[in-house]
């Protein structure tokens, strides 16, 4: 696009110094309405060079500000991305284990419950034992007191050292062995029932310093502080959203900006195209489409004009012996309305491009 005049190194005539016509009383009114549109030219010129220089800078901020919000995204994403997992996750979690202690605390409260009951039973069940010992004891001794050897002897038919053994009736032939049995068995029932005593003992110590009632205060400070941890996650959340939101509404207000620049710009720069061409045509004007003089026609109408004038040579007062000198200026102007049509036709009757368009270039940075 061309956008610097032609600059001929004289001042005041715009370029026009070498026109024949300079004094035809047209050719200055032409030069007079040229030199408004020379200085147009110029205005214009520098209102490009703004536009682009506008454009230019409006670019690099679009960059930078495309870039601000693509990491402030980033960083939203992340912040969301966290509260929606893990912050989901530790809520939950929290609410599992709360529901966990109650039932430990229910089950520990049950548990000591039946320990206190269950050792108050064994208590009592080894006081029983040991009357059973003593019981024991009094029968080991009286069973070998030589005072009640012959009823020994009667039942057992064991007559000791030194009294020879009896025959027993077939009824209490296994009476020794019983009374052995009722004597020695005690003896161990008593010491079984101390070591359950003692374990059972050391069992309720165990459930008194396991202290599960100490999880509540435990799980009450893992919520309070998971809670808190939740809610910063939250809050950043959203405040990373709202700079999100700031950043995009900076972003479209950038794109609308170097848009209507662009297109600003380009305008411009057809006006500028446009003062450009009227410039050089306004210098010394001939349209191809018109006679240079009434004798001369115009390229493709000599035949024509010269037919008119012997037509109508015998007849000077009829207007048809001066020849039109328009009717290709009208022509040209229907050629230009084919080629607006042309090009202003719809893409389907447009064929599609036979190589395939190149490929973008390769990203950098936030681009």
């Given at each position: 696009?061309?956008q610097?005049?032609?600059?001929?190194?004289?001042?005041?005539?715009?370029?026009?110094?070498?026109?024949?016509?300079?004094?035809?009383?047209?050719?200055?009114?032409?030069?007079?309405?040229?030199?408004?549109l020379?200085?147009?030219?110029y205005?214009?010129r520098?209102?490009?060079?703004?536009?682009?220089?506008?454009?230019?800078?409006?670019?690099?901020?679009?960059k930078?500000?495309?870039?601000i919000?693509?990491?402030?995204?980033?960083s939203?994403?992340?912040?969301?991305?966290?509260?929606i997992?893990?912050?989901t996750?530790?809520?939950?979690t929290?609410?599992?284990v709360?529901a966990?202690?109650?039932?430990?605390q229910?089950?520990?409260?049950?548990?000591?419950?039946?320990?206190?009951?269950?050792?108050k039973?064994i208590?009592?069940?080894k006081?029983k034992?040991s009357d059973?010992?003593?019981?024991?004891c009094?029968?080991?001794?009286?069973?070998?007191?030589?005072c009640?050897i012959?009823?020994?002897?009667?039942?057992?038919?064991?007559?000791?050292?030194?009294?020879?053994?009896?025959?027993p009736v077939?009824?209490?032939?296994?009476?020794?062995n019983?009374f052995?049995?009722?004597i020695?068995?005690?003896?161990?029932?008593a010491?079984?029932v101390?070591?359950?005593?003692?374990?059972?003992?050391?069992v309720?110590?165990?459930q008194?310093f396991?202290?599960i009632?100490?999880l509540?205060?435990?799980?009450?400070d893992?919520?309070?502080?998971?809670t808190?941890?939740?809610?910063?996650?939250?809050s950043?959340?959203k405040?990373?959203k709202?700079?999100?939101?700031?950043?995009?509404?900076?972003l479209?207000?950038?794109?609308?900006?170097?848009?209507q620049?662009?297109v600003?710009?380009n305008?411009?720069?057809a006006n500028?195209?446009g003062?450009?061409d009227?410039?050089?045509f306004l210098?010394c004007?001939?349209?191809?489409?018109v006679p240079?003089?009434?004798?001369?026609?115009?390229?493709g109408?000599?035949g024509?004009?010269?037919a008119?004038?012997?037509?109508?040579?015998?007849?000077?007062?009829?207007?048809?012996?001066c020849p039109?000198?328009?009717k290709?200026?009208?022509?040209?102007?229907?050629?230009?309305c084919?080629?607006?049509?042309t090009t202003f036709c719809?893409d389907a009757?447009?064929p599609?491009?036979?190589?395939?368009p190149?490929?973008p270039?390769?990203?950098k940075g936030?681009?």
């Amino acid at each position: 696009m061309q956008q610097n005049p032609k600059q001929t190194g004289q001042t005041g005539d715009c370029g026009c110094g070498d026109c024949k016509d300079m004094d035809n009383a047209t050719q200055v009114s032409i030069n007079i309405n040229r030199a408004v549109l020379c200085k147009l030219l110029y205005d214009e010129r520098g209102t490009v060079s703004k536009l682009e220089t506008k454009f230019s800078g409006e670019n690099d901020v679009y960059k930078e500000k495309r870039c601000i919000f693509l990491n402030t995204e980033k960083s939203y994403r992340r912040y969301r991305n966290f509260e929606i997992t893990t912050g989901t996750e530790l809520i939950t979690t929290n609410e599992s284990v709360k529901a966990t202690v109650t039932q430990l605390q229910g089950w520990n409260k049950t548990l000591g419950a039946t320990l206190t009951n269950l050792f108050k039973q064994i208590k009592d069940l080894k006081t029983k034992f040991s009357d059973l010992k003593d019981a024991s004891c009094k029968l080991d001794s009286a069973y070998k007191d030589k005072c009640n050897i012959g009823q020994k002897k009667a039942i057992t038919g064991k007559g000791g050292d030194n009294c020879p053994d009896g025959t027993p009736v077939d009824a209490c032939k296994d009476s020794d062995n019983d009374f052995q049995m009722l004597i020695c068995k005690p003896k161990g029932l008593a010491q079984d029932v101390d070591s359950i005593f003692q374990a059972s003992s050391d069992v309720i110590g165990i459930q008194v310093f396991s202290n599960i009632d100490s999880l509540t205060q435990l799980q009450t400070d893992l919520s309070t502080r998971s809670t808190a941890f939740e809610a910063l996650i939250s809050s950043s959340m959203k405040t990373r959203k709202s700079d999100l939101d700031k950043m995009q509404d900076d972003l479209v207000a950038s794109v609308k900006t170097i848009t209507q620049t662009a297109v600003s710009r380009n305008s411009e720069r057809a006006n500028f195209e446009g003062y450009y061409d009227a410039t050089k045509f306004l210098c010394c004007p001939a349209c191809a489409c018109v006679p240079v003089d009434s004798t001369t026609p115009a390229p493709g109408t000599a035949g024509t004009a010269a037919a008119a004038n012997n037509s109508n040579s015998g007849n000077k007062d009829c207007d048809d012996c001066c020849p039109p000198r328009l009717k290709e200026c009208e022509q040209a102007i229907c050629a230009i309305c084919d080629a607006v049509k042309t090009t202003f036709c719809c893409d389907a009757d447009t064929p599609p491009p036979t190589t395939p368009p190149p490929p973008p270039p390769p990203k950098k940075g936030c681009d």
